[in-house]
């Protein structure tokens, strides 16, 4: 059985072009980007997801995959997946952010642990937001969801339609403001409420100066935020919900899916 070139070619770019940006996807996506993961385990998953989606997605524009148009089109396809996937990372790290600040304001910021995703010390609090939002995200399938979009996006971005619009990229920058906003959505309970741990400190002070403040204050700020950050447990899925909403809709628009 005899193949002709250019088909073995136009079969070669409609699986790879997919498969570039589902990998570009995979490599700042939730949950994928660790650099624990094996480099493999994502090629493999992202290659299978690329065999699954080519048979129903627009036909690839056929190219040579060494020319300069091939590498342009390899670009677009990084720039698309890279697009949607750091979307998830801007949600993410609102948590790592919230924990970092919670973590300073209770005295507990010492306590620091290596973050397994970017390799660097993070208070031990902030660490457990990140996990636990991680095992969130898995639970409500976000990850299905996030895959489901990019090959949507196929259907409203076929491989060569062109670059992805500067109106997406603002939306992501303006997005970005989230990573503040909620964070001081998330803290400011927690805020005030070592606020007035400190000021009632400061009061004892005042009334008893012989009382010892550093002896006696450290250990009780720092059981009052374990306190506050068990208390503040209950509405931990109402902020990620907001949040990954919000985030849901902006994949959806990049996609255009919606």
């Known amino acids: 059985m005899n193949f002709a070139v250019e088909s073995v070619l136009t079969w070669m770019s409609g699986i790879l072009l997919p498969f570039v940006r589902i990998s570009a996807l995979l490599v700042v ?33 056929y190219t040579d995959m060494l020319s300069m148009q091939g590498f342009l089109l390899v670009v677009q396809q990084i720039l698309w997946g890279v697009a949607i996937g ?21 005295g507990l910021g010492f306590a620091s642990l290596v973050d397994p995703v970017n390799g660097i010390n993070v208070a031990a609090v902030a660490q ?11 639970a409500v399938d976000g990850h299905l969801m996030m895959i489901k979009m990019i090959a949507l996006s196929f ?18 920058i303006e997005w970005g403001q989230w990573l ?25 002070t005042r009334a008893a100066p012989q009382l010892n403040i550093f002896s006696i204050g450290f250990p009780i700020t720092q059981i009052s ?3 506050v950050i068990w ?8 902020h990620f919900n907001i949040m990954w909403e ?6 959806c628009e990049i996609a255009g899916c919606g």
């Open 29 to 61: 996506m939730v949950g994928f980007d660790a650099k624990r993961i094996p480099t493999q385990l994502k090629v493999l998953f992202a290659f299978a997801v690329a065999l699954l989606i080519a048979p129903v997605i627009p036909d690839v524009p």
């Open 86 to 106: 750091f979307v998830s990372q801007i949600f993410l790290n609102t948590f790592v952010v919230a924990g970092q600040v919670v973590a300073t304001q209770t």
């Open 128 to 138: 457990f937001y990140l996990i636990l939002a991680t095992l969130v995200f898995w």
């Open 155 to 172: 259907e409203a971005f076929p491989v060569g339609s062109g670059w992805i619009s500067l109106g997406s990229i603002e939306k992501i």
């Open 180 to 204: 503040f906003l909620a964070t001081i959505t998330m803290t400011i309970t927690p805020i005030t409420a070592m606020l007035i741990v400190s000021f009632t400190f400061g009061v004892m």
């Open 225 to 227: 935020g374990l306190i």
């Open 231 to 238: 208390l503040g447990m209950s509405a931990f899925m109402l």
């Open 246 to 251: 919000s985030a849901s809709h902006l994949m």
